[in-house]
């Protein structure tokens, strides 16, 4: 072979080089190259990386059929040219610019949606999709090494309700899952980013404002598997150096999927049932405050934690809030757009329990502080989005 001839040569001519008549010892560095004859086509390559090929990240996104995961793809992968309204001065002091200039950078086949789930013929041809079971550790580990990846998004895990009916599952998935993970992303040197969540604080958590640091009693397994997931990143960061990136998540609101049946989820439900019927019957107290965000915001954040340099990070594990608000102010505001919409209470104990324990409001301070989190979605502009965006797809389908 070409390279086995190259490499003998250049070892030759060390060794004859060697003062003494080679008579010392050679030392060649050799790289070894593991890979599954599955992933290795027909006319691969090996090859020398350029500079310009490693000047963006590769990334792998665990549970990447999920809204989160698929939005976080789009978002990477999306080849926004520079609008000519944009200052051409120093793109880093111009949000919109840098925005451009990131999306540009990654480029869709640097990033890899990977699930144990079938995906849709849309996500299947946007880019590149592979099958993932974090359970299978050696999997998992030929996929990180033979795609090169470099950062790692975490999002596989089974969440609240669907963890409180099968905890053993959640058990294995949550925590069983995340140690794969960390052992994998330590042994490569990758960035890592696990998402955390408001439950993963309890009821003797201080709630209006939940600050960074205070005391977590969650009450549910997805709750305590996330706990676990902050305290193992951390540790793994001091202890092993892992470049660990986790964000607390408020309740996430977005148009793009049906509502779960979470606790969160009604902020979501009453804008379907507003377009569809004109009513909307709530299952938490009317005053029940919790922290939200527009999952515009929610995806921006994780993206912009990423790329923050590691120097200005004071914490491994930050908050990020946007809005915070009740039932009954989402309904206020739905009102001024549509007054007509009749909303009603009917209060699940099961969810109030789950909501009274959760915080009320975030304290984000730090994230805004030490890498410029700012959101841009406050409560009027989530209302008119969300409205803009069901209407629209309403109106379509109607169409057909």
């Known amino acids: 072979m070409p390279v ?12 004859l080089s060697t003062p003494g008549g080679g008579c010392q010892p050679l030392t060649v560095a050799v790289r070894n190259i593991s890979f599954s004859p599955r992933q290795v086509t027909s006319d691969a390559s090996f090859h020398s990386v350029s500079f310009s090929e490693t000047d963006h990240p590769k990334v792998l996104i665990t549970g990447g ?3 989160l995961g698929v939005g976080l793809a789009k978002l990477l992968s999306k080849d926004s040219h520079c609008d000519t309204r944009l200052s051409f001065a120093n793109p ?8 451009a200039l990131r999306r540009k950078r990654f480029g869709k086949n640097n990033v890899i949606l990977s699930d144990i789930r079938k995906p849709t013929s849309n996500v299947f041809h946007s880019g590149p999709f592979i099958y993932s079971d974090i359970l299978d550790y050696k999997n998992l580990r030929e996929i990180v090494v033979n795609n090169r990846i470099t950062w790692l998004v975490h999002y596989s895990a089974l969440l609240s309700a669907v963890g409180e009916a099968n905890v053993a599952l959640a058990r294995s998935v949550n925590i069983t899952g995340l140690h794969n993970i960390l052992d994998i992303a330590a042994e490569h040197g990758l960035r890592l980013f696990v998402p955390s969540t408001i439950g993963a604080f309890g009821p003797t958590s201080p709630r209006n404002p939940t ?3 205070c005391v977590q009693r969650p009450r549910t397994i997805y709750g305590v598997s996330k706990v676990h997931a902050e305290l193992m990143g951390e540790y793994y960061h001091h202890r092993y150096g892992l470049d660990f990136r986790c964000l607390r998540y408020p309740g996430i609101i977005s148009a793009d999927s049906m509502p779960g049946g979470g606790t969160t989820d009604y902020a979501v439900q009453i804008f379907h049932d507003a377009i569809k019927s004109g009513k909307f019957e709530c299952n938490l107290r009317h005053d029940t405050r919790l922290p939200m965000m527009y999952i515009d915001d929610c995806l921006r954040a994780t993206l912009e934690v990423m790329e923050a340099p590691a120097d200005a990070l004071s914490m491994r594990t930050y908050n990020i809030n946007a809005m915070s608000f009740s039932p009954e102010e989402l309904a206020q505001e739905l009102h001024k757009q549509m007054p007509e919409v009749e909303v ?3 209060v699940d104990p099961v ?5 009274d324990s959760w915080p009320m409001n975030f304290d984000d301070s730090n994230a805004r502080r030490d890498w410029g989190w700012k959101h841009d979605y406050d409560l009027p502009e989530l209302v008119q989005t969300m409205l803009n965006y069901l209407s629209a797809d309403t109106l379509m389908a109607r169409a057909n």
Request: hydrophobic share 45%.
């Open 4 to 15: 086995i001839r190259t490499l003998t040569k250049v070892a030759k001519q060390a060794l």
């Open 65 to 67: 059929l999920g809204q």
């Open 92 to 99: 880093w002091t111009n949000p919109l610019l840098t925005m």
């Open 211 to 213: 600050p960074d640091l």
């Open 344 to 346: 009603t209470y009917d």
């Open 351 to 355: 969810r109030q329990a789950i909501a």
